[in-house]
């Protein structure tokens, strides 16, 4: 629900150009077939890659700083854990979104609000599950209707 409220939101944005489906090479790849084949390629063929490119190393991060917490090394310190967490955060947003500039700016607007909600989910259930499921839907709603 939150990709789809931030999604929604982030087409009111002035200023943010998307690029014609008849330029875009994902949808090109796609074009001639059936709706029902755009939706299973959305849903399984881009989200698992980018989920484990750009999302697990943060889910590992997260939970060696979780168990150095508990070991109650020098890695538990709170700051230098929120810390840690926020750089690499960051930099695994803009990696994402720059990912997706093939679309124009209202793609990547798109991929760095899906990006902080997925990592969001992702760290919060300790798995990359919940980020697999959301990303693979909203992809294969967008290759099949949007």
Same mark, same amino acid.
């Given at each position: 629900? &939150?990709?789809?409220?931030? !999604?929604?939101? #982030?087409?009111?944005?002035?200023?943010?150009?998307?690029?014609?489906? &008849?330029?875009?090479?994902? !949808?090109?790849? #796609?074009?001639?077939?059936s709706t029902l084949v755009r939706f299973c390629y959305g849903l399984i063929a881009p989200a698992p890659l980018e989920e484990l490119f750009y999302r697990a190393p943060l889910l590992v991060l997260g939970l060696s700083l979780l168990a150095a917490q508990h070991r109650g090394n020098w890695m538990a310190r709170r700051w230098l854990r929120w810390l840690l967490m926020g750089a690499a955060t960051t930099i695994s947003t803009v990696q994402f979104a720059a990912g997706h500039h093939l679309g124009g700016s209202a793609n990547v607007a798109h991929a760095a609000l899906a990006s902080v909600i997925l990592t969001a989910a992702a760290l919060r259930q300790r798995s990359l599950v919940p980020a697999l499921l959301g990303h693979g839907l909203y992809d294969a709603y967008a290759f099949a209707w949007a």
């Open positions: 629900m &939150a990709l789809w409220a931030g !999604s929604e939101l #982030v087409d009111h944005i002035p200023g943010l150009a998307g690029v014609p489906d &008849a330029k875009d090479p994902r !949808s090109i790849a #796609v074009a001639d077939t």
